[in-house]
């Protein structure tokens, strides 16, 4: 069934004919889209036990219990799986012995009247493999693409019908439940930009490679994980919030790395045009640009960066972003009204200026410095060591053409240097770092954080390996 790509309408009609598919469809937001493809190709009463649509926040919380905030969230979605699951168990599942049950929710914002919000939404399902089996969870989050209200309800309908069908007939395989969700769908409708798959079908899963699957199908820009490693929708974390974000390889996380954020945090909370010091959340990126090597993305390598950085505590992004204004837009889409600065190393900024980065913009570097500074976005300027001179924003060698606009910048505070660094530490880099792992030179546990430097040993991380050395060839810096 993997290799056959099957139609909306062939899937939601094999599932009817199977007699042992039953559940019950909960959907607000885009009307009763999903439950509507079944009841279109006929036999939907041996599928759907109910169909329900409980539009009015009253009666939705009278149903599933009050929901502080957001109503378009997963912890709303997990709260409708839970109460019609248990529902069809516990009322028919006595009944209906050969029933493989099922439970599938969406809770969605589609486009307003003025066009003026940003749609997406929540769906999973809660299923059964095999009658009385213990259930099993996917769960997605959508980014809705069409400016069109009736095309973003067909798509939660296709979406919906193709999740429940790679449920029950590609749940060996994950990314083909990933990979079928296009199905049907012209390419740029919408993204799947968050997924999390549990129970005992997906005990083997790790949902970071599954959410790192994502970003490199294209299936969606970016994905986040929270510092326990689970995955998690953006929505979730920078909400209203004021962040701080530093882009990095992290291979490995040194001193550096963690002086950046200590001062750089300090220095933001300092920031007049930040209003709440309590609501500041820091991000750290990873780009696939930095997980790929020669023979593309080596998976053990991403997730040794992912454990080291959330056992640091960080929240960590993974994304496609190359140039920075991408990032930058990205975060202000989910921080309307806060603050962001980025935190980036003065040798990098070279970089920022390069226009080959830029050629597909028509407006080129100017446009994208546009958009990289959209509202009053700031970067802070972590200094490096160049011989014996200390590279900061005032002795930056920029190109000449910019030299103007780099003035403005500084002048500006658009750029600004760190207050405070500390000056050990400057000639650490990672790379440097990683060369002294992987040649066996303990002189790099003195590079890292003493968590970083066990985390490395105990796990053999980035190639490790334990070796003597005579006293001769000890190098300690």
Known sequence: MEGQVLDAAAK?????????IYGAFAEIGAGQEIARNFFVVGGASGTIAKSLSAYDMAMSDAIYGERPGRYVC??????MLTYEYNRLINELGPKKPEKRFFAIAN????????????????????????PGEEYNDVIIHIRLLDRENILQQEIIGKLGVNLLYGCYHLHHSPESILKHMNDGLIPGRMQIDMVSMKGPLFKNVDNRLLSLWLVKNKMADAVMFQPDGKPIHPTEVLYKKEILAMRGRFRPVTKVHLDMLKNGMKQFEKDDRV????????ITELTLKDLSGEEGIDEKDFLDRVD??????????????????????????YNTGA???????????INVFNERFYKKLNGGLMEAF?????KDVRLYLYPYKFGDEVIKADNMIIPEKYEELYSFLKSSNKIVDYENYDKENLHIFSHKVLEKITEGNTAWEKMVPPIVARIIKENNFFNYRKKKFSK???SFR
């Open 12 to 20: 939601a009609l094999s599932i009817n004919l199977d007699k042992t």
């Open 74 to 79: 997963q912890g709303r979605l997990e709260q």
């Open 107 to 130: 809770t969605v914002e589609t486009i307003n009247y003025d066009r003026s919000n940003k749609s997406h939404g929540w769906m999973g399902v809660r299923f059964q493999l095999n």
């Open 275 to 282: 209003k709440n010091k309590k609501r500041i959340t820091v």
């Open 308 to 333: 080291i950085l959330t056992a640091l505590g960080q929240t960590v992004l993974v994304s496609n972003f190359q140039e920075y204004y991408k990032l930058v837009q990205y975060l202000t889409r």
């Open 339 to 349: 603050q962001l600065a980025l935190v980036l190393g003065a040798n990098s900024l």
């Open 370 to 374: 546009g958009y990289l500074f959209h």
């Open 472 to 474: 001769s060839r000890m």
